[in-house]
């Protein structure tokens, strides 16, 4: 027997080519992603064209994007960020819409403008940062105009554990209305994602965590079923490469792998109405 060899591992697996080329006949959708700068952090490569030369190294083909100053607070600037991305990379680019509860007085103008002016398909808060949780009154006329068109939300809780119980409510009070929770395979979020919102048939969950552990796509696969699980990068904070990977070598069929990587999330923006 030939004797084992790291070089040859790590030569398969830097070999992006060799993913590329696996990827290539099949449809692969990032729904989680950022673009520019950061207040607090500094986030490498952060603008469109970087992202864009990350999803061609592998053989990703559209993805998901909101500007991070548009999660932060700036949300008119950010989006407007956003939908320049779109412009510039109309085929390849789905916008999120971000809104923030903090100033309630542009919740709705902004929902109105993304969706209506600027062709975002997408909604996204982030409760964490707002400090606020989902289900507060002033997320609401952005969810419910979304709502009315089956338009997804993707959105972070004020926790992993604690705020899930006022989402799953929030999204049995909307149940046309696809959820994301985002993060989904965080280890300290899996366990309680799979008792708490399993059962709430609108409710998705993307496979952007850090760190990642040992068979964690297998155990969200299995405790939500396959048809619910979303390819998400986090890009560019986080390695595109590293974020597939889990997918592609998971112990699931490969049925289920082209759902998480395309499928699922196609299904939901074809379920968008006007």
């Not at 989680?32 to 592998?58: K, L, T």
């Not at 119980?165 to 979020?189: D, K, V, W």
């Amino acid at each position: 027997m030939a004797a084992f060899s790291f070089d040859i591992v790590m030569e398969q697996v830097r070999n992006l080519e060799a993913i590329k080329d696996i990827l290539a006949d099949l449809l692969v959708i990032d729904c989680h992603a950022h673009i520019g700068p950061h207040s607090r952090y500094f986030v490498p490569n952060d603008g469109i064209d970087g992202i864009i030369a990350a999803m061609d190294s592998i053989g990703v083909d559209k993805v998901g994007i909101n500007a991070l100053s548009a999660l932060e607070g700036e949300v008119v600037d950010g989006n407007t960020a956003t939908a320049r991305a779109m412009m510039q990379y109309p085929d390849r680019i789905i916008g999120h819409c971000c809104i923030n509860p903090n100033y309630p007085e542009t919740v709705e103008s902004e929902t109105l403008r993304c969706f209506e002016q600027l062709g975002m398909r997408m909604l996204k808060f982030h409760s964490a940062w707002h400090k606020t949780p989902p289900e507060h009154a002033h997320y609401r006329p952005a969810v419910e105009y979304c709502a009315a068109r089956r338009i997804p939300l993707l959105t972070h809780l004020t926790d992993y554990i604690g705020g899930l119980p006022g989402y799953a409510s929030l999204a049995r009070e909307y149940p046309q209305m696809p959820f994301i929770i985002a993060h989904a395979t965080a280890p300290n979020a899996i366990d309680a994602i799979i008792e708490v919102c399993a059962g709430v048939e609108n409710m998705f969950f993307d496979t952007t965590g850090y760190p990642k552990y040992n068979r964690s796509i297998e155990r969200l696969v299995e405790g939500c079923g396959e048809d619910r699980v979303l390819f998400g990068s986090d890009i560019a904070w986080l390695n595109l490469a590293h974020e597939i990977g889990p997918i592609l070598f998971a112990e699931i069929s490969d049925t289920a792998k082209e759902k998480l990587l395309g499928r699922n999330f196609q299904a939901i923006l074809e379920g968008i109405t006007p």
